[in-house]
Nanobody
Framework: QVQPVESGGGLVRAGDSLRLSCAEP????????MGWFRQAPGKEREFVAA????????YYADSVKGRFTISRDNAKNTVYLQMDSLKPDDTAVYFC???????????????WGQGTQVTVSS
């Protein structure tokens, strides 16, 4: 099964920025909406942001609105998550996934990547 591949995670301090990337091998997801989700230890996986396949429409969780920006470059088969003003509460494993339509529920998405760890220290 084809999976997207996340990268760009790391250890940063509160207030710093990171940019996550999600590579879509072989243009498999070029006509799919793509979403970013995160899962902190002991918590359920939660929605972060999503973008339509054209990039024209985006959707954010309230907790990241105004701080995170999702974008995609279909020519590079890559989706990005720019994360600014990071907080310790943003610490989690971040996953990208594909869906036929722009949605925000975990159950609407398939083709999950392996995730990338983001740790924000106070």
């Amino acid at each position: 099964q084809v999976q997207p591949v996340e990268s760009g995670g790391g250890l940063v301090r509160a207030g710093d920025s990171l940019r996550l990337s999600c590579a879509e091998p072989g243009r498999t997801f070029s006509t799919y909406a793509m979403g970013w989700f995160r899962q902190a230890p002991g918590k359920e996986r939660e929605f972060v942001a999503a973008i339509s396949w054209t990039g024209a429409n985006t959707y954010y969780a309230d907790s990241v609105k105004g701080r995170f920006t999702i974008s995609r470059d279909n020519a590079k088969n890559t989706v990005y998550l720019q994360m600014d003003s990071l907080k310790p509460d943003d610490t989690a494993v971040y996953f990208c996934a594909a869906a036929p339509l722009l949605r925000h529920e975990v159950s609407d998405y398939g083709y999950w990547g392996q995730g990338t760890q983001v740790t924000v220290s106070s």
